[in-house]
DNA sequence: CTGGGGAGGGGGCCC
DNA sequence: GGGGCCCCCTCCCCA
């Protein structure tokens, strides 16, 4: 019996030996697979990082190409405005002005005369000379000349370069509305060599002649506890030893969100920072006013939707001379998509002016879709194309608060008004008509579960997400082997081989004509029955084509969007021009 | 010669 | 993958 007893403790204890062991084991292997799993997910997550860095990465690098392909235009575009290296002086009574330029190098209006660090000066030739000064012509606005014209040149003064700088400006949206009677304020700092005597840092200016007229006070008038906050922009010279730190506030939010300031501060547009110039750009914005109403003292460049990146044709009505920065922007002939960038990016440069960082991607949506003026934002075709999509595509996002009143711009819109076959009096583009029906996404529906993490738009299904991306990163993955062409979808791809092999598998069945495009087909059978779909809301007059309609809208609008650079005579259509260019001027 | 209009080519994108 | 729509561009004809 004893021997039975020590027995079963024996085997007692072994079973616990063995029952420890087990469970030393199995918490071995649990810990084991808790360190792959936690191995995985940490490669996991680097991964995802990596992603997003590489989006971001490909987000920026093609913000670069555009902006890139922008500044060789603009190169090639006089500047009439100059950072100059060295302080050279300037008078007193100088008052902070409006400037406003065809330049993409068009900055504040700074109104720093009093100091002998006023390093933003506005020059023009017609206001006689003003102070000379080290062979620099400084000219002081004199009385009775309240609007800078067009061709006005603009001299920035940026001091001495041994001190540094920080001109601090406020402006307001109102200040728009404030006509000449509005009031900047302009905060300067210098950081050494300051003459004590003109410290003062604030100093309030008006934009219009009080010194010699006796113009009303300005309705507005800036607090300057508005300057504080990050400065929006920090340029700095190539050799490193000046900085001109430049803050727009917007003070006032009216409903007419195209002035904002803080919307347009700096984009790729804005800040093209010239190849081998050390001038420094602050500001290409708003001051790209395109008044519909053109009266014919438009740049010859400025050819409209033909020029993707220099139009910016700005005509200002003299007699009411908006304040500080322009930022007003007649966005009624399609100008958004010239600078779409410079809208939905928060860009400054960094120190060394290399380029634009991307802080943010502003997703106000309050631009309005508009894909008829120019789609070319960089190379011609398809570039510009994919920000303006996503631009649009970030309208359609219900997360995005949209305070644009989007038929405002179409309103002043001729071409987007009549556009659609199916609906003459606008919304043919679908994203456009989601996007104004209140149906912020297509996806909304139960079935459109997978969203686009850039626009959320809603999909079916994953691939068609991964396609519908490929919108907003540019990705095509499809390739032509014989033009080298890029496509986004295979089909496209499919489609565009037919140019090579000529195949055109749509005929028409009423006549001999086939056509590569199915589309073409469709169109072309409008010949044959005699629909017009597209009518013009000034003359009822109706067309086939609806770049018909749109070249006829050019009829009542007068636009003329084409003009030769050797005549200055204008065309409406970029085929006349050549016509002419080569029948004229020998051009080919 | 100019400019309005007709028509086709072709890419982007969505369903 | 195909169909379809939208858009821009270009060429051509003709008054």
Request: some cysteine.
């Amino acid at each position: 019996m004893a021997n039975c007893m020590v027995f079963h403790t024996q085997i007692a204890s072994i079973m616990e030996v063995l029952a420890n062991t087990a469970v030393a084991e199995i918490c071995k292997l649990v810990d084991d697979d808790y360190a792959v799993f936690r191995l995985e997910i940490t490669q996991s997550q680097k991964e995802n990082r990596g992603l997003r860095r590489k989006l971001l990465e490909m987000k920026v690098s093609r913000e670069r190409a555009e902006r890139t392909m922008r500044e060789r235009v603009l190169a090639s575009r006089p500047s009439s405005v100059k950072i100059l290296d060295r302080y050279r002086g300037m008078a007193r009574g100088t008052f902070c002005r409006r400037l406003r330029s065809r330049s993409p190098f068009i900055y504040s209006s700074v109104p720093v005369a009093p100091f002998p660090s006023a390093r933003v000066q506005m020059c023009n030739p017609e206001f006689g000379l003003g102070h000379l000064t080290g062979g620099h012509r400084n000219f002081v606005k004199p009385a009775g000349h309240n609007t800078w014209r067009d061709d006005q040149q603009i001299t920035l003064d940026e001091g001495s370069g041994t001190s540094t700088q920080h001109v601090i400006m406020i402006e307001s949206a109102d200040g728009e509305a404030a006509g000449t009677g509005g009031s900047c304020l302009v905060k300067q700092e210098r950081t050494e060599g300051d003459d004590p005597q003109h410290s003062r840092e604030i100093q309030t200016v008006d934009t219009g002649d009080h010194s010699t007229t006796a113009m009303p006070q300005p309705r507005t008038r800036r607090s300057i506890t508005a300057v504080s906050g990050m400065p929006n922009a920090v340029l700095k010279s190539e050799t490193d030893k000046e900085t001109l730190t430049v803050t727009k506030r917007l003070l006032h939010t009216g409903s007419d969100h195209r002035s904002d300031p803080e919307r347009l501060r700096l984009g790729p547009l804005g800040c093209p920072a010239v190849p081998g110039s050390e001038y420094l750009p602050l500001f290409r914005q708003s001051q790209m006013t395109d008044h519909s109403c053109g009266d014919g003292d438009r740049d010859p460049l400025d050819t409209g939707s033909d020029d993707p990146s220099c139009s910016y044709s700005t005509e200002l009505d003299p007699g009411n001379m908006p304040l500080g920065l322009e930022t007003q922007t007649d966005m009624s002939r399609g100008d958004w998509n010239r600078y779409s960038s410079s809208v939905y990016y928060e860009g400054c440069l960094d120190k060394k002016g290399e380029g634009l960082v991307v802080d943010e991607v502003k997703v106000e949506g309050d631009t309005p879709p508009t894909r008829n003026g120019d789609r070319h934002l960089g190379d011609g075709h398809s570039q510009g194309r994919d920000f303006l999509d996503y631009r649009e595509s970030l309208e359609t996002n219900p997360n995005v608060t949209n305070h644009c009143t989007l038929h405002t711009f179409r309103d002043g819109d001729p071409v987007s008004m009549s556009m659609g076959p199916s609906d003459p009096h606008g919304s043919n583009d679908r994203a456009r008509a989601q996007a104004q029906g209140g149906e912020a996404t297509s996806g909304n529906s139960k079935d459109k579960r997978f969203l686009c993490m850039f626009c959320n738009k809603g999909f079916s299904c994953l691939q068609k997400v991964e396609i519908h991306q490929r919108v907003h990163t540019g990705e095509k993955p499809f390739s032509c082997t014989q033009c080298q062409m890029r496509f986004a979808q295979t089909g496209d791809l499919k489609r565009h081989q037919r140019v090579h092999t000529g195949e055109k598998p749509f005929g028409c069945h009423l006549c001999r004509a086939s056509f590569s495009h199915s589309s073409s087909l469709k169109r072309h059978q409008r010949v044959h029955t005699g629909e017009k779909p597209y009518s013009c809301p000034q003359c009822e007059k109706r067309f086939s084509h609806q770049h018909h309609l749109k070249m006829h809208l050019k009829v009542h609008t007068g636009a003329r969007s084409f003009a030769c650079t050797h005549c200055g005579k204008s065309f409406s259509e970029r085929s006349y021009l050549r016509i002419h260019q080569q029948k004229k001027h020998s051009i080919l």
